[in-house]
């Protein structure tokens, strides 16, 4: 049995609806509040559309340098969140700040223009009309030629596209007209960058692709940016912190690893990744009893001796091992290249997932033995009625 005291940091039970917090560093250890120094602090904001609130109550904040991510399915506001942040939407309540001034707040809301924030769209709008090189430099009339030629010369190298400053947008690939949106948005230095699900219309390898370029480029420039998008292999590819959006609310944010590994809720839980339920019954505060056997981790909340409740179990934390004697009966599986996902039924009927490296070919109805490796415990109280 694993020692609670060593137990892997992070490995917890956690009651339903447990909160991580809104602020985008409310995760990580801080010498002191960095409300104070935030490139972007949003405090309290709802945004309402015809007396409907759209978004409600939200908080975070983002550091000078930090790439954030507001990740949701649609409809879920994030987008409208972006927007009053670029000054596009009035806000209910609450008020947001951009580099140590507000910026909006009831009967406050400071023009686009004020605001020293760059969009970058979903369609690039481009001026198909214009050079890369003058779409690039759109914003820069209020320098002189040869300081707007320099920025664009850098620019251009920045983004790996060093000589394309004569072509036209329709002379470009969709990936080479997205690095040219992202440096016509940077061009001027905005304080921070705004990013509206830009890779929307792209394939999903191409997508992540991108995301790791852009990401790559921000960093460079040692620019703040928000990204907005629904695809979470672009938020991990892309965003230092993510925000987990749904009706209008943040359920919790932290990096990747944090989102994935410990949820706060069964909302994160099923929108990250893919992992199923396992019923079970708590033994003591770091054990769980289950159909395959006792799981063992640590907890900073969790449910009391007896109590009901249901371990999240990933792909990844069952392994293939034929000297196992816990058998489960392979119903479906899904050809990944280097691993199947094998959906496996234990004996009660539950159905649980597992991923096996390909050359285990194993047929639909065939007992494979599995063992458990689960290195990150999370539990939620049981929903159903006792």
């Known amino acids: 049995m694993r020692d609670p005291a060593n137990c892997p940091e992070g490995a917890r039970l956690a009651p339903e609806n447990e909160s991580l917090g809104n602020d985008f560093h409310a995760n990580q250890p801080s010498p002191g509040p960095r409300v104070a120094s935030g490139q972007l602090v949003i405090s309290g904001v709802s945004v309402a559309y015809g007396g409907v609130p759209i978004v409600s109550g939200v908080d975070l904040s983002l550091v000078r340098g930090d790439i954030g991510c507001l990740l949701g399915p649609s409809g879920c506001g994030k987008t409208t969140l972006l927007r009053a942040v670029a000054g596009f939407e009035p806000v209910a309540s609450g008020e947001i700040h951009l580099h140590g001034r507000q910026v909006a707040g009831p009967g406050l809301n400071l ?16 001026f198909p009309h214009l050079t890369v090189a003058r779409n690039v430099s ?4 209020h320098l002189n030629r040869r300081e707007r030629q320099t920025r664009v010369a850098e620019l251009l190298e920045l ?16 990936g080479q007209q997205q690095r040219i949106a992202l440096a016509r948005a940077m061009a001027p230095r905005p304080d921070i960058l705004l990013l509206d699900e830009p890779f929307s219309s792209m394939d999903a390898e191409l997508r992540e692709q991108l995301a790791r370029e852009v990401r790559e480029v921000l960093k460079r420039e040692g620019s703040t940016a928000i990204l907005v998008t629904h695809d979470q292999h672009e938020a991990f590819a892309m965003a230092d912190r993510i925000a987990v959006m749904s009706g209008g609310r943040i359920h919790q944010v932290g990096s990747g690893f944090d989102l994935y590994h410990e949820p706060a809720d069964r909302f994160v839980a099923d929108f990250i990744g893919q992992g199923v339920m396992l019923p079970g ?13 006792l799981l063992t981790g640590c907890r900073t909340h969790g449910l009391y001796p007896g109590a009901r409740g249901e371990i999240l179990l990933r792909p990844d934390d069952i392994l293939h091992d034929d000297a196992s004697p816990l058998q489960a009966e392979v119903v479906n599986r899904a050809f990944r290249g280097a ?3 094998y959906s496996l039924r234990l004996a009660s009927g539950q159905v649980i997932l597992c991923l096996v490296q390909s050359h285990h070919n194993h047929a639909i109805g065939e007992r494979i033995g599995i063992r458990v490796a689960v290195d990150h415990l999370v539990a939620f109280a049981d929903q159903t009625p006792s």
Do not use: C
């Not at 019954?281 to 056997?293: K, S």
């Open 281 to 293: 019954r708590a033994v003591d505060e770091w054990r769980m009893d289950t159909e395959i056997g």
């Open 159 to 174: 983004i790996g596209m060093a000589g394309a400053g004569d072509k036209y947008p329709h002379q470009l690939s969709g």
């Open 339 to 341: 691993e199947y996902l």
């Open 138 to 141: 759109f914003g820069l009339r």
């Open 111 to 126: 023009p686009p223009e004020a605001r020293r924030a760059g969009m970058v769209f979903q369609d690039f709008a481009l």
